[in-house]
């Protein structure tokens, strides 16, 4: 770095002259809270939808594989996208139109309105996805980015976690529809603080032939493991469908379209940073799948007291986050105001992944003597170790990005964490079955753990020389290279 301070210009800054746009921050938050929300929250309806609309308990499930299929499959091809697009127009266009596919869903009178209503709805929530971490790093000066990229690192798992309970508050007292509708004030309040702090930029382009094939590919072998694992806990015969991924994700890895992608993860020494965002994604998915099941069918504990049990986990973490973001930016500013690499993120995602994996294993010994409090505080030490890890491993991940290509690593280690959400339930549920009874809850709950744990040393390890020269360029590189 050459004369470049704390507050110099980075492609694509939001924040000028030093100033920080913590409201953007916020908006950030707020809307990876309600993408991340409508992953889970319209679960809880699908017996009430089925009813409504006068379809099967399979047709009605579309409800919730139309969001998630399309955020999931075009997470890669939208972050490609998106380096060569202005950020205002992106975001103002994909969080209208996430509102409006809401109000559409909430309005649907037979099922294949609310299945394409859904569809669409995921490929804008698969642009909101990728946008957010890139807005939160883009908003602030670089010595507050673990603090900036905490927000949304903790609000997006926090509206995973608290979907069910909204949606079933939701259905109890307003009906299925409103399950849809209650996001669309957020939108609206997104849009606002968007249009009016954000600069005007040089507007969307259509994706090119290249793009719209690469989606082709990626998408097709992105949805064909999703659904895999999404059918196979009720029929393992879906399994046979995830080889149907294999050959398109082949051909887009070896093409034009993947190999910029794996090689800037390469470069920059990421490959293990994403694999520990899977574990650990894959490992609380798992475990939140065991706990609730087990507390509720084979201890007896009403539905009430293991959601107020399984709340201790998003509790943990929501108090957590904000400290973790402090933690890793405390040494990020001494370092470099001695001209040294900012490194502070590494040891507190360390710690916070070991925390995590620590309650986790302590969950294991529980067997068929749990009690709810047994399981809180443990879901709560885990809560808080996935608290401190998300900012820092987020603001580890994006501060390594090579500057031209924030968006297609977001959108790589997004697509680690949403594949970590869907494997671990799967996981699990073979686990549990294979052994059976209460040996089948030790073995779902020792994958949950194990999985946790492999994200500890991934972590710890520190990247090749290329990883710390993008860290420190990222800060310096002119701000000629706005997209």
């Given at each position: 770095?050459t004369g470049h301070?704390?507050g110099?210009?980075?492609?694509?800054r939001?924040?000028?002259?030093?100033?920080d746009?913590?409201?953007?921050?916020?908006?950030?938050?707020?809307?990876?809270?309600?993408?991340?929300?409508d992953?889970?929250?319209?679960?809880?309806?699908?017996?009430d939808?089925a009813?409504?609309?006068?379809v099967s308990?399979?047709?009605?499930?579309?409800?919730?594989?139309?969001y998630?299929?399309?955020v999931?499959?075009?997470?890669?091809p939208?972050?490609?996208?998106?380096?060569?697009?202005?950020m205002?127009?992106?975001?103002l266009?994909?969080t209208a139109?996430?509102?409006?596919?809401?109000?559409?869903?909430?309005?649907?009178?037979?099922?294949?309105?609310?299945?394409?209503?859904?569809?669409a709805?995921g490929?804008?929530?698969?642009v909101?996805?990728v946008?957010?971490?890139v807005?939160?790093?883009?908003?602030?000066?670089p010595?507050?980015?673990?603090?900036?990229m905490?927000?949304?690192a903790t609000?997006?798992?926090?509206?995973?976690?608290?979907?069910p309970?909204?949606?079933?508050?939701l259905?109890?007292?307003?009906?299925?529809?409103?399950?849809?509708l209650?996001?669309?004030?957020?939108c609206l309040?997104?849009?606002v603080?968007?249009?009016?702090?954000?600069?005007?930029?040089?507007g969307?382009?259509?994706?090119?032939?290249r793009s719209?094939?690469d989606?082709l590919?990626?998408?097709?072998g992105?949805?064909?493991?999703?659904?895999?694992?999404?059918?196979?806990?009720?029929?393992?015969?879906?399994l046979?469908?995830?080889?149907?991924?294999?050959?398109?994700?082949?051909w887009?890895?070896?093409?034009?379209?993947?190999?910029?992608?794996?090689?800037?993860?390469?470069?920059?020494?990421?490959l293990?940073?994403?694999?520990?965002?899977?574990?650990?994604a894959a490992?609380?998915?798992?475990?939140?799948?065991?706990?609730?099941l087990?507390?509720?069918r084979?201890?007896?504990?009403?539905?009430?007291?293991?959601?107020?049990t399984?709340l201790?986990?998003?509790?943990?973490?929501?108090?957590?986050?904000p400290?973790?973001g402090?933690?890793?930016?405390?040494?990020?500013?001494?370092?470099?105001?001695?001209?040294?690499?900012p490194?502070?993120?590494?040891?507190?995602?360390?710690?916070?992944?070991?925390?995590?994996?620590?309650?986790?294993?302590?969950?294991?010994?529980l067997?068929?003597?749990?009690?709810?409090?047994?399981?809180a505080w443990?879901?709560?030490?885990?809560?808080?170790?996935?608290?401190l890890?998300?900012?820092?491993?987020q603001?580890?991940?994006m501060g390594?990005?090579?500057?031209?290509r924030?968006a297609t690593?977001?959108?790589?280690?997004?697509?680690?964490?949403s594949l970590?959400?869907?494997?671990?339930?799967?996981?699990a549920t073979?686990?549990w079955g294979?052994?059976?009874?209460?040996?089948g809850?030790?073995?779902?709950?020792?994958?949950?753990?194990?999985?946790?744990?492999?994200?500890?040393?991934l972590l710890?390890?520190?990247?090749?020389?290329?990883?710390?020269?993008?860290?420190?360029?990222?800060?310096?590189?002119?701000a000629?290279?706005?997209?």
């Amino acid at each position: 770095m050459t004369g470049h301070s704390p507050g110099s210009a980075q492609p694509g800054r939001i924040s000028v002259g030093g100033e920080d746009r913590w409201l953007l921050v916020g908006v950030a938050g707020l809307l990876s809270f309600v993408a991340m929300l409508d992953m889970n929250i319209v679960n809880v309806a699908l017996t009430d939808i089925a009813d409504g609309l006068h379809v099967s308990a399979a047709t009605a499930q579309w409800a919730v594989l139309g969001y998630q299929l399309p955020v999931v499959a075009l997470l890669l091809p939208v972050g490609r996208w998106l380096d060569g697009a202005g950020m205002r127009s992106a975001l103002l266009v994909a969080t209208a139109g996430f509102a409006l596919c809401s109000a559409l869903a909430a309005a649907a009178p037979w099922a294949p309105w609310l299945v394409t209503a859904r569809l669409a709805q995921g490929a804008f929530g698969a642009v909101l996805f990728v946008l957010m971490p890139v807005l939160a790093l883009r908003s602030v000066r670089p010595e507050l980015r673990g603090r900036a990229m905490s927000v949304p690192a903790t609000l997006g798992p926090l509206g995973a976690v608290t979907g069910p309970a909204v949606g079933g508050l939701l259905l109890d007292h307003l009906g299925w529809r409103a399950v849809f509708l209650v996001k669309i004030p957020f939108c609206l309040l997104a849009l606002v603080v968007a249009w009016r702090a954000m600069p005007r930029d040089g507007g969307l382009r259509l994706p090119d032939r290249r793009s719209a094939a690469d989606a082709l590919l990626v998408g097709s072998g992105v949805a064909a493991l999703l659904l895999a694992l999404t059918l196979a806990p009720g029929s393992p015969g879906w399994l046979v469908l995830a080889l149907a991924a294999v050959p398109p994700s082949w051909w887009w890895l070896r093409g034009p379209g993947g190999r910029p992608v794996v090689g800037a993860l390469r470069a920059t020494g990421l490959l293990r940073a994403h694999t520990a965002v899977l574990a650990l994604a894959a490992g609380f998915a798992a475990m939140h799948y065991v706990v609730a099941l087990h507390l509720q069918r084979d201890d007896g504990v009403s539905a009430t007291t293991t959601g107020l049990t399984v709340l201790a986990f998003p509790l943990g973490m929501g108090l957590a986050g904000p400290v973790g973001g402090r933690l890793a930016d405390l040494p990020h500013a001494r370092l470099r105001s001695r001209g040294g690499t900012p490194t502070g993120a590494r040891p507190v995602a360390v710690t916070g992944a070991a925390l995590t994996a620590t309650g986790l294993l302590l969950l294991v010994p529980l067997g068929g003597d749990w009690s709810p409090v047994d399981v809180a505080w443990r879901l709560a030490l885990a809560g808080l170790g996935m608290g401190l890890n998300g900012g820092p491993t987020q603001a580890l991940v994006m501060g390594a990005a090579p500057p031209d290509r924030t968006a297609t690593v977001g959108s790589s280690v997004q697509l680690a964490r949403s594949l970590g959400f869907t494997l671990g339930p799967a996981l699990a549920t073979a686990a549990w079955g294979l052994a059976g009874g209460d040996d089948g809850v030790r073995a779902g709950l020792s994958l949950a753990a194990v999985a946790a744990c492999v994200a500890v040393p991934l972590l710890a390890r520190r990247g090749r020389g290329p990883a710390l020269e993008h860290e420190m360029s990222t800060d310096a590189a002119p701000a000629a290279h706005h997209p």
